[in-house]
């Protein structure tokens, strides 16, 4: 290891989510050198101290490769002029930097640090400047100090700078106490950060803070998987592969967690016997307030035996020139006088003239009716069918971004934001209908009974055959199971033309039969390709001549691309940036702003998906910036306006017309989406489809998949693929089992 001092003269390159830079360095001894490697947020005039190996880059010549970086602040005059002018404290250019230095000299970081009041000496600094100076300088130097820490640990300036202004100067010694303690806490700070530090401190393998970490972790990932609980003996044998905890360790370690309120359990009843089941606190809670508040909902009835109804429901039917099928019929009439009603049916079974029906009947009895879905997309779609004003689930809600709670220990970003709305401030709302009840997990459809009086009308619309909620739990299926509330099934089609098999193909692949393809002037084919190259290749000439030539559609606006994998030669990360390259190429250096966001490059115009839900992400109106809110949700998505190469910044437009900027501490949350998985399109539909099934994951080839991806197109959709691959997909009916205990009496239904 060799030894390099020097000042900063530039900053080359930095990434401020991993601290890797690359700065010019002019050495004690007089030369100008490059230092690379990860380092602290560093400006010009800081004297750099770093160990590292000199080598030899083909293209960039010597540089010193530093595996540890230590700053201090400059001594010389010029440093420190170099230093305060640098962007470090916003408002001091060269020439107030000058005046600072010029007045105080070898000793100004001491004013700046122990008298900072003596600064209103300077012209042009007032008492407000004071205090940004001093706060600024501050902050620098001991954010420093945290992110060196955190870098000797393997964790990278992103990371470390979000402990740093969660807990200020104290992060280290937080961290130094209880590695796993900020679980949950920091962003990107996981358990397997935790381990590692608490390992190369010295922890031991089998402490009680790592095995207490360890069951939460164990439990925050089923949580990714839609599971509920996990039942105990499970999460022990999961323990052991990795440390060697004895049962009685085991036991305290959950009566710790169960006596903080981290957890909870039950035993649960299965046709072997009885288990043990925990859950994370958040959700059984959740699970118990659904089941609660429902049957309290059900009990509720809304007939006033004038039978006004009926009669409203024929001048509607009239009035639209449609006449509704016996089912039809029940389900509006039954939506009407129920406290809680499920209508549920596959594409085209006239579940939104359903809901317009009702819309009419509740308005003529005076009964205030709001529209929900857990989507933008399907939130606007519904509004659309509708005419009636739609939101998504959490807007409805109002989230309170001012008590939003981490939970400590906990990798999850649901279940931490707070609503207005809630038992103590409800909607204000005779009756609630939400659309696409498939998509709606535990821990929403929590959030959002909680908000309900006790004499609000929940009526729940839903295809009970696509994929599940992405998050934890099956609600729509364990409220039908249940056989506690009416439940209307919706089984003829009449959205559909002579012409259209989308429908049909729908409902022919849910009861397992194959569908019927490539008719003449049809709007459902299948196209024959053996493996992913010539998949690929079959698909970007779709998408960019073929289908664009032949309708005359944009291949922005009108084709999606819905692929049952992510990764992959034919997931969604690899296909997204394939028709990138053809559909928004880089047109060279000047012409596009491009900017690079991990192992993508974003660009002017790309279609981008947001991939977590951030309700702390403020946006405004496109059209009128006076309106402002906060929160994007996962799966919502834009195009790129634009891009701010020198501050970082990427500008996107939903689709609902909220701009919203993206700086370096959140870019991550964005990514292509000219191909996304069939989960992220659930809630969705597009004019054109098409569904890649070639070398697809053995665990996703299931019909409820391939029904899901079907459903999403609605004028045309195709399939890339052979009839041996979809005739596998269809008859594959199993389905990924998921622990919930909704309805269940506390009962696994096995």
């Known amino acids: ?16 989510e991993t601290g890797y830079r690359v700065v010019d360095v002019e050495s004690e001894e007089g030369t100008y050198e490059t230092v690379t490697g990860i380092m602290p947020p560093i400006f010009s005039g800081e004297i750099i101290e770093a160990e590292g190996e000199w080598n ?100 990278g300036t992103g990371v470390a700078m979000e402990a740093y202004r969660r807990f200020g100067d104290g992060a280290r010694e937080i961290v130094k106490e209880n590695p796993y303690s900020i679980i949950g806490v920091v962003g990107g700070y996981g358990f397997g950060t935790a381990d590692r530090i608490a390992i190369t401190m010295g922890f031991a393998p089998d ?31 999961e323990i052991r592969k990795t440390i060697d905890i004895t049962d009685d360790d085991y036991a305290v370690a959950l009566e710790d967690l169960e006596n903080e309120e981290r957890i909870d359990r039950e035993i649960i009843k299965r046709p072997e016997g009885e288990s043990e089941a925990v859950y994370l ?94 989507t933008g997309r399907a939130a606007k779609r519904m509004a659309t069918a509708c005419g009636e004003q739609a939101k998504t689930v959490h807007r409805l809600l109002e989230p309170d971004f001012k008590s939003i709670s981490r939970e400590e220990g906990v990798e999850l970003d649901e279940g931490s934001i707070k609503f207005k709305r809630n038992a103590q401030n409800p909607l204000e709302a005779g009756c609630v209908i939400v659309d696409e009840m498939s998509m709606v997990d535990t821990l929403l459809m929590f959030n959002l009974v909680n908000a309900l009086k006790y004499n609000t009308m929940l009526v729940l619309v839903g295809d009970n055959n696509q994929l599940p909620s992405v998050g934890p739990g099956r609600v729509l299926r364990d409220i039908i199971k249940s056989e506690l509330f009416e439940t209307i099934r919706l089984e003829n089609i009449y959205r559909q033309n002579a012409d259209s098999l989308i429908s049909y193909n729908a409902h022919l692949v849910n009861m397992g039969k194959m569908p019927e393809m490539n008719k003449e002037k049809g709007d459902f084919f299948r196209m024959t390709v053996r493996n992913p190259g010539e998949c690929v290749s079959l698909l970007k000439s ?84 006076a309106i402002e809110g906060q929160g994007v949700f996962n799966g919502e998505m834009g195009r790129i306006e634009a891009i701010d190469t020198t501050s970082h910044l990427v500008y996107v437009l939903f689709n609902d017309n909220r701009y919203v900027c993206y700086d370096r501490q959140n870019l991550n949350e964005l990514e292509l989406c000219y191909a996304i998985t069939v989960h992220k399109s659930q809630g969705s539909e597009f004019d054109y489809c098409i569904i890649p099934i070639c070398n697809v994951t053995p665990s996703l080839m299931t019909r409820n998949l391939l029904y899901t991806a079907i459903t999403r197109a609605k004028k045309m959709a195709v399939i890339l693929g052979t009839d041996d691959s979809i005739a596998a997909m269809i008859a594959n009916n199993r389905e990924v089992r998921r622990n919930t205990t909704l309805f269940r009496d506390n009962t696994i239904d096995w």
């Not at 790592?210 to 939460?216: E, K, S």
């Not at 990932?221 to 999460?235: A, K, N, R, T």
């Not at 958040?282 to 109804?309: F, P, Q, T």
């Not at 940036?577 to 115009?605: D, Y």
Request: aromatic share 6%; glycine share 10%.
């Open 281 to 374: 606190h958040n959700l059984y809670e959740a699970e118990r307030g659904i089941e609660d508040k429902l049957r309290i909902l059900a009990k509720v009835s809304h007939d006033d035996g004038s039978g006004r109804d009926e009669k409203i429901l024929k001048t509607f039917e009239k009035e639209n020139g449609i006449v509704l099928d016996d089912e039809q019929k029940k389900a509006v009439l039954a939506s009407s006088v129920n406290g809680v009603t499920v209508i549920t049916g596959g594409p085209g079974t006239g579940k939104t003239t359903i809901i317009k029906a009702l819309l009419r009947i509740l308005d003529e009895r005076g009964i205030k009716t709001v529209l929900c879905a857990p």
């Open 542 to 625: 779709l998408v960019s001549e073929r289908l664009p030539n032949k309708y005359g559609i944009d291949p922005f606006t009108d084709i999606q691309v819905i692929t049952p994998n992510r990764k992959g030669q034919c997931g969604s990360q690899t296909i997204s940036s394939e028709l990138q390259s053809i559909l928004n190429p880089p047109l060279g250096k000047g012409k596009t702003a491009e900017i690079k966001n991990f192992s993508e490059v974003l660009r002017v115009g790309d279609r981008v998906m947001h991939t977590k839900n951030d309700y702390e992400l403020e946006w405004s109106d496109y059209d009128d910036p």
């Open 1 to 16: 290891m060799e030894t390099l001092r020097g000042t900063v003269s530039g900053i080359i390159f930095q990434n401020e």
């Open 56 to 155: 030899e880059h083909s293209n960039y010549g010597r540089q010193f490769k530093a595996s540890s970086v230590t700053l201090r602040l400059p001594s010389s005059s010029e440093g420190m002029r170099a230093f305060l002018a640098s962007g470090l404290i916003p408002g001091i250019g060269p020439g107030l930097a000058s005046r600072i230095v010029g007045t105080f000299g070898s000793d100004t970081f001491d004013v700046i640090s122990e008298r900072p009041e003596a600064l209103e000496r300077v012209q042009g600094i007032t008492l407000k400047k004071v205090r940004k100076i001093k706060q600024a300088f501050d902050a620098h130097r001991e954010s420093s100090d945290t992110v060196m820490f955190f870098a000797g640990f393997g964790v």
């Open 207 to 237: 402490s009680p803070q790592r095995v207490r970490a360890y069951i939460l972790h164990i439990l925050g990932s089923s949580y990714g998987e839609g599971h509920v609980f996990l039942f105990s003996q499970d999460i022990l044998a």
